[in-house]
């Protein structure tokens, strides 16, 4: 039970055997569930909130260390770190952001780290579209991101399976379509397949313990199951309800963040 909250408030789940983290958004704060024992903090960063889509946004764990994506409280710039004791340490010294279309989920790919850049960020705005970009885990604040996959709106569902391959569920700009797509991140390439009408607002992904890819909507919340087939990804039933995160534990247990619970599916 995460008690009473605005929608949003939850995200980046993430799972560790099975014990799983989250965020809390516009707290910024990373938290730790054991099964059987009561939440813990693991770390926290002051964040600015305003707006919709603003505050710690997402969270990975290379070689031990945790890595956090998060607008700064007086300049709103998103930018890259690693936490623990003390002050973070800056990767990336970040970018202009706006109240919405922000990005700043993470993932690690082969050793580094993997982010979603939003259309609306201002290094988005320079680069001509949204992205997902790699950064160096040991560089300088100032390193430059690299290019993955660009052409994106606002690309913060996404994982990474265990061959390397990433998988996005893009989230659409005003007239545009929302999109599941299987990218190789060697050379960028991309097969898309464009997603039904309604909107649902993406706003997470896993891999399921099943094999289907699990993508949570916004808008319906509803847990949305796809498989990859000849000519792209085909509907897979419902496995439940989810807002704002999914993820799945070594188990194959399938966790969801509803607006005011986390839930363990059947």
Do not use: K, M
């Amino acid at each position: 039970d995460l008690g009473d909250r605005p929608p949003g408030e939850v995200v980046a789940l993430r799972a560790d055997g099975e014990t799983v983290e989250w965020i809390d958004r516009t707290a910024g704060r990373i938290v730790r569930h054991d099964p059987g024992s009561e939440p813990v903090e693991l770390v926290s960063v002051a964040v600015s909130s305003a707006g919709e889509q603003r505050g710690l946004l997402g969270h990975v764990v290379i070689d031990g260390r945790r890595f956090a994506a998060w607008t700064e409280p007086e300049s709103s710039r998103l930018v890259v770190g690693q936490l623990g004791e003390g002050a973070p340490r800056l990767v990336w010294a970040g970018t202009t952001t706006e109240t919405r279309a922000v990005g700043g989920h993470l993932r690690a790919l082969e050793g580094r780290l993997l982010l979603g850049l939003g259309e609306l960020t201002g290094w988005a705005q320079t680069h001509g579209s949204g992205a997902l970009v790699t950064l160096d885990p040991d560089g300088p604040a100032d390193q430059e991101p690299v290019v993955v996959s660009d052409g994106w709106n606002n690309p913060f569902a996404f994982v990474v399976t265990d061959d390397g391959t990433v998988v996005l569920a893009d989230n659409t700009s005003v007239g545009g379509r929302e999109r599941l797509a299987v990218i190789d991140p060697v050379n960028g390439d991309a097969v898309v397949t464009e997603l039904p009408a309604p909107e649902r607002a993406p706003s997470a992904i896993a891999l399921l313990g099943d094999g289907r890819i699990g993508v949570c909507g916004f808008l319906d919340g509803e847990l949305r199951g796809y498989e990859l087939g000849e000519d792209g990804f085909e509907r897979a039933g419902t496995p439940g309800e989810c807002l704002t995160a999914v993820t799945a534990t070594s188990s194959g247990r399938t966790i969801v963040a509803t607006g005011d619970a986390l839930l363990a599916l059947p």
